[in-house]
């Protein structure tokens, strides 16, 4: 007799989604007990009496019903499905996490090794869908789940390039049981990553960071060179599609000055660029900066030396400024279109999940560098804590955390599908139904309905925040005008729109000691007015 642990954890099967495609479900299920069969008596026997199990058919016929990804993954491999089922996801994701431990030192060729990540990530994916799908976890250790994943990921393939490197003697370990112990390479984990709350088929943003003093490299290139070498190694093996597919896309691009530096930067530097040159937006993005894989303690020390330029204890003019123009951008760029279901951007759309994180992280910027408890990355836990100290409304707070839950989760559902990186709704009414059908409602009028009120709760809070502007302060509506757009500069009076909004945004870069932070008064000119001076100068 089998135990079937993540059945055995299921409270009401009748409220998982319902198959979209009925049919499909039906042929893929009869492919699934085909499948099973070449895996021998003991996996088949275990699969049969899952379909026989109604927690078990009701699942499977919500994933067969409603993603293709996620069936492909099924009946892929028939034994790591059922051997999911018996065991439970969270001994299968420990059971994972063991795997690339273990793979990190097994020493493969690099195309191999690419491979096995491909395989493991694919078994993380459907374990962590179904238990999604079947109610077993909540938000929080769905995000928890993905992002523990990302980060081992992250260690495995660190680990195994410093093995491989070292072998012909270009780097030397510290510790070959503990590769990146005092390696002088770190991984910091920004965004999502950084916060624990990766979605299901996101990118994972990184900086890059190395010692330029480590002694542990012996290479006859420069050290940076060898960096920059070392980490297009590990970016492809994670973000290449091959036959197997893709493990994660990665993006560098929150690093300094990304246009203009390598991929990998000395910490030097990158403490240099932050304390004489960082802008408003990278406090921001640096409040979810943890690191993840590599020389760990490397990057510990890193953050805490930056720590006065990410939690300011007293915000001067320019840097309130900083925080009304972010404000007022989320909305200027993607809010005018309104709130509609069919064809909604539900992450960057107005009342979306941006605006949701954004309203969090203002709060923190402003007073994160007072109070501790604000420094908490996770958008839940700081709804809370405000909720808490009196700034937000209970039924503000309850709205704001049902309105990012459900959206999260959607955005999940719309995610698993086809693993596609999107947040956008769809506009047809067959695919408005699908996608209504696996968040679990029976037609896309209720479903509807649910989508327009949480993005409407979600917008009139932060509308509040648009309008908090003291008198004397620049207002966010007003920071968030574009004025470097090609019709702005026509009015203004520019005759070559597009080469003069070139050259303000590379003046709004920082690049040029004159307008940064140290001299916000240069920044203060790249106001309508000046850029109309400007203009007839």
């Given amino acids: ?39 021998g008596g003991d996996v088949h026997h275990a699969i049969a009496a899952m379909l026989a199990d109604e927690r078990g058919r009701n699942l499977l016929q919500a994933v067969f019903g409603n993603s293709p990804f996620l069936s492909r993954l099924a009946l892929r491999s028939p034994d790591f499905l ?22 990190a030192q097994a020493g493969l060729p690099l195309p191999d090794l690419a491979r096995q990540l491909r395989i493991l990530r694919g078994q993380a994916a459907l374990c962590i869908a179904m238990a999604d799908i079947s109610g077993i976890w909540d938000l929080s250790a769905v995000t928890g789940a993905l992002s523990e994943f990302a980060r081992n990921i992250l260690r495995c393939t660190v680990d195994a390039l410093l093995l491989s490197y070292a072998q012909p003697g270009e780097f030397m370990l510290a510790d070959p049981a503990h590769p990146s112990q005092h390696c002088g390479y770190v991984i ?48 492809g093996l994670l973000q290449d599609f091959t036959g197997d597919g893709y493990v994660f896309r990665v993006d560098l691009r929150l690093r300094p000055d990304p246009g203009a530096t390598p991929i990998a930067l000395s910490v030097e530097f990158a403490e240099t660029y932050y304390e004489s040159a960082g802008k408003g937006w990278e406090r921001a993005a640096m409040i979810k900066a943890r690191p993840v894989a590599g020389d760990i303690e490397l990057g510990r020390i890193f953050l805490e ?18 925080v009304y123009e972010m404000v007022g951008l989320i909305r200027s760029h993607h809010g005018h279109a309104g709130i509609t279901a069919p064809g909604h951007n539900i992450k960057l ?96 009028e ?43 500069l026509q009015h203004l009076g520019f005759t070559e729109p597009d080469r003069a909004g070139t050259i303000i945004e590379t003046w709004k870069s920082f690049r040029y000691r004159a307008l940064r932070r140290s001299a916000s008064s240069g920044r203060a000119l790249l106001t309508p007015y000046n850029l109309c001076e400007l203009s007839h100068g």
Avoid at 82 to 102: D, F, H, N, W, Y
Avoid at 194 to 210: H, K, M, P, R, T
């Fill in 349 to 444: 759309g107005m009342g979306g999940i941006r605006e949701i994180e954004f309203f969090a992280q203002t709060h923190q910027l402003i007073a994160g560098g007072r109070d501790r408890k604000l420094r908490d990355p996770t958008t839940l836990g700081i709804i809370a804590l405000l909720q808490e100290n009196g700034q937000l409304e209970p039924d503000a707070a309850g709205q704001l955390c049902e309105a990012y839950i459900f959206l999260r989760t959607l955005e999940h559902r719309l995610q698993m599908i086809d693993d596609e990186q999107t947040q956008t709704l769809p506009k047809s009414p067959e695919g408005l139904k699908h996608l209504a059908m696996f968040m679990g409602y029976d037609g896309t």
């Fill in 1 to 39: 007799m089998h135990v079937f642990s993540l059945l055995d954890a299921i409270t009401d099967s009748h409220h998982m989604p319902q198959p979209f495609d009925r049919d499909q479900a039906a042929a893929r299920t009869a492919d699934l007990l085909a499948a099973a069969k070449d895996f």
């Fill in 305 to 322: 030396r930056i720590s006065p330029f990410i939690w300011r204890r007293n915000l001067d003019f320019a840097a309130i400024r900083d």
């Fill in 446 to 488: 209720a479903f509807g309905d649910a989508v327009r009120q949480h993005l409407e709760n979600a917008a009139a809070q932060f509308q509040k925040l648009i309008g908090q502007g003291k008198e004397g302060e620049p207002g966010p509506n007003e920071a968030a005008q574009d004025f470097t757009s090609r019709a702005s």
């Fill in 188 to 235: 910091i984990a920004m965004g999502k990553l950084g916060a624990c709350e990766l979605n299901y088929s996101s990118d994972i943003d990184l900086i890059v960071l190395f010692d330029p003093e480590s002694p542990r490299y012996s290479g006859r290139r420069e050290l940076p060179d060898f960096q920059v070498r070392f980490t297009k190694a590990l970016v």
């Fill in 82 to 103: 059922s051997g999911l089922i018996q065991a439970g996801p969270s001994r299968t994701m420990a059971a994972i996490s063991e795997a690339l431990q273990k793979l």
